[in-house]
């Protein structure tokens, strides 16, 4: 099992930038797929962006290519978000989650059997 813990999110406005954190416990995480999703409110949790165990296989959701980018430490047990050109509407909480199963559908949320607490984002116009 993998426990993760997201961080790094906060008020910035449009146009700014912000890397989350997700860490996670466990000695084979580098084992494990994780994505980052994100809820808007009164939205269904969306998917943002996903990344494979050895971190040479990314995905991303349309609407963040070109601004967000999602990378890992293994040896810090740690995926990153790194959000560029912050919009209004990436405004959410967000979420990383892992599976250990690499194969599957990255951006389904029920890919995904652990899930962190989630960090707020807010992005002002």
Do not use: H
């Not at 416990?25 to 409110?41: I, K, L």
């Not at 269904?44 to 959701?61: H, L, M």
């Not at 560029?84 to 989650?97: F, I, Q, R």
């Amino acid at each position: 099992q993998v426990q993760l813990v997201e961080s790094g999110g906060g008020l910035v406005q449009a146009g700014d930038s912000l890397r989350l954190s997700c860490a996670a416990s466990g000695r084979t995480f580098s084992s494990y797929v994780v994505g980052w999703f994100r809820q808007a409110p009164g939205k269904e949790r969306k998917f943002v962006a996903a990344i494979s165990g050895n971190g040479g296989s990314t995905n991303y959701a349309d609407s963040v290519r070109g601004r967000f980018s999602i990378s890992r430490d293994n040896a810090k047990n740690t995926v990153y978000l790194q959000m560029n050109s912050l919009k209004p509407e990436d405004t959410a909480v967000y979420y990383c989650a892992a599976s250990q199963n690499p194969l599957g559908v990255w951006l389904a949320a029920s890919f995904y059997a652990y899930w962190g607490q989630g960090t707020q984002v807010t992005v002002s116009s």
